[in-house]
């Protein structure tokens, strides 16, 4: 069995060979520039811990960990222009290096890479496989449209805020591991509470970055807190603010939000008085439950897997790793 650490360097060591040909350069020297950008590789990874969880990884995981590290690769790029971005782990963004034009295709040719690792599996799995990425595909991008349209509506609900960040960002997590454990030839049962552990994980992970995002120590979560804030984003922090706020400071709150900062000083005022505001609901403290809730869901799902329990452990700092970051 190997650690999260483990797997990760090996992946990392194995991604650093090319993905794409040399020519035409135009097409392929973007996609891999914005490869070598880095990442923390936790779903190809999630792949393969997958596979290891109920025997010796399979070279069919190591492919379907690349083709889901070039999926997931293939939406950021596209995310970025679609939100404008100017930096991506700190590097400048392929619309902006290279223009919108570029990207977009360069992204596009990332997914066909993706299918192109896929049709080398050699598992008479691989109808179960293209079937879960494909769903997986459609809902990642459902998601993201659900991301948009929230953007221009007054109220969003708690729910619909969940079923967004599912779709956008934790169903991949869960497919990963849920592939891994098909090659690796795990029960039906047993694949299915992957899913679901994978699922309620991704959900507390993503909670967690919107909580860490206002009220993580900057020293420690490596950005400066309200980055949400000052773009009125709809996190679950916002919505439920919205819900349990009085009267008095939801006034206030449509004023804070409706601010456009033309200076550093102006940010901090934004961002201070929306913090006071979700104190004062106690909406930090609800995130913080409702985040150890889906963390607590994603462990029940681990421990129905049917497998000895020494086994899981790789899986468990998976999740300490995700969930445990400093506030």
């Known amino acids: 069995m190997h650690s999260f650490t483990e797997l990760t360097n090996l992946f990392c060591q194995q991604f650093k060979e090319p993905q794409f040909p040399a020519e035409p350069g135009g097409l392929y020297e973007p996609a891999s520039y914005f490869l070598g950008i880095g990442g923390k590789r936790i779903r190809p990874v999630a792949c393969l811990m997958g596979n290891e969880l109920f025997g010796d990884i399979q070279e069919d995981s190591w492919r379907i960990a690349r083709a889901v590290e070039l999926f997931h690769n293939f939406t950021l790029m596209h995310d970025d222009i679609m939100d404008k971005a100017s930096l991506r782990r700190g590097q400048t963004t392929v619309h902006i290096r290279n223009g919108e034009n570029t990207a977009i295709l360069s992204g596009d040719v990332m997914l066909v890479q993706a299918y192109s690792c896929l049709e080398e599996l050699s598992g008479n799995y691989i109808h179960w496989i293209l079937k879960l990425f494909n769903q997986t595909a459609r809902e990642v991008c459902e998601g993201q449209q659900y991301d948009m349209d929230y953007e ?54 993503q909670l967690q970055d919107d909580y860490l995002d206002c009220f993580g120590d900057p020293e420690k979560f490596g950005k400066q807190p309200g980055g949400d804030i000052l773009r009125n984003k ?31 000083t102006e940010e901090e005022q934004k961002v201070a008085g929306v913090l006071d505001i979700y104190r004062r609901t106690g909406v930090d403290n609800f995130t913080r439950e409702l985040i150890a809730d889906y963390a607590k869901r994603a462990m029940q799902h681990l421990e129905e897997v049917v497998v000895v329990n020494s086994r899981k452990q790789p899986l468990q700092d998976l999740a300490d790793y995700l969930l445990h970051r400093e506030y």
Request: with cysteine; proline share 1%; glycine share 10%.
């Open 152 to 205: 221009s509506r007054d109220k969003v609900t708690l729910e619909e805020y969940i079923r967004m960040i599912r779709l956008k960002t934790s169903v991949l997590l869960a497919a990963s591991l849920k592939m891994g454990a098909i090659v690796g030839g795990a029960t039906r049962h047993n694949c299915d509470r992957l899913y679901g552990f994978g699922k309620n994980l991704g959900i507390a992970f």
């Open 234 to 264: 709809k996190t679950c922090l916002l919505i439920k603010a919205g819900e349990l706020a009085t009267a008095g400071d939801i006034d206030k709150l449509k004023h804070l939000l409706a601010v456009q900062p033309a200076n550093k």
